[in-house]
């Protein structure tokens, strides 16, 4: 099983919809990262979070440490947003090192 | 601020071959971590370096190493090439240790024949 496990996979969604990628992990961490990653690689890190919500733009990220599960929440979704929305924890000194990663999720926005 | 760079940004090698990537980091921040991504594994995690000194280690065999610089600017260097390293890979710089937003390189993208 999977340290980090993603949902859903794949995701389409039309234009303005609210949508929701959920994240959860299995081991101790002292944060959460988001990442967007757009086709031909670059990857941007949208949110680092150890507690509680935050809030960027149409964005929100939200965390409950007790149950081990994040939200990446998109509101009014445009084509833009298509990328692939990768969580990641931060588990530093662990047998996996620094980050151990989600399998990401790939979401597109049609218009 | 120019951004994290990384050259070169496409290489082919064959089996059995070496091959050095470089990482130059964002102005000002001191740690360096490497990443591997494949379609099969997705994102893992290499080693992490700050100020010279390699800070943390993911499960790859030794044939992957690297090392930091005084100006920060990080190698990674991978012998004895497998077709299975075929991959992108990735570093991001971020300004201490253990956290802090990663701001992460276009990539390498390394195809071994």
């Known amino acids: 099983k999977n340290e980090v ?12 919809e609210f949508i929701t990628i959920n994240c959860s992990y299995s081991v101790g961490i002292s944060a959460l990262h988001w990442l967007q990653q757009h086709p031909g690689g670059g990857i941007v890190s949208l949110f680092m979070l150890s507690s509680g919500k935050k809030k960027h733009g149409r964005l929100i990220a939200t965390i409950n440490i007790q149950e081990k599960h994040s939200s990446l929440h998109i509101t009014a979704s445009h084509p833009r ?6 969580c990641a924890v931060m588990n530093y000194g662990g047998s996996q090192g620094n980050l151990i990663f ?9 218009p | 601020k120019a ?6 940004r496409y290489l082919i090698k064959t089996r059995g071959q070496q091959v050095t990537l470089s990482c130059s980091p964002i102005s000002g921040h001191r740690s360096v971590s490497w990443y591997q991504q494949t379609p099969g594994q997705g994102l893992q995690f290499l080693f992490e370096y700050f100020s010279e000194t390699q800070r943390n280690k993911g499960n790859f065999p030794g044939r992957f190493s690297g090392r930091q610089f005084s100006n920060s600017r990080s190698e990674m260097n991978v012998s004895t090439l497998e077709l299975g390293d075929s991959a992108l890979y990735l570093c991001a710089s971020s300004l201490g240790l253990a956290g802090g937003t990663q701001y992460f390189g276009p990539g390498t ?3 071994v024949l």
Not at chain 1, 5 to 16: D, Y
Not at chain 2, 3 to 8: A, E, I
């Open chain 1, 5 to 16: 496990e993603q949902s859903p996979q794949n995701l389409t969604a039309q234009e303005g």
């Open chain 1, 81 to 86: 947003d298509s990328a692939v929305y990768i």
């Open chain 1, 102 to 110: 989600g399998k990401g999720t790939k979401l597109s926005v049609k």
């Open chain 2, 3 to 8: 951004g994290v760079t990384q050259t070169p």
């Open chain 2, 109 to 111: 993208r390394l195809t």
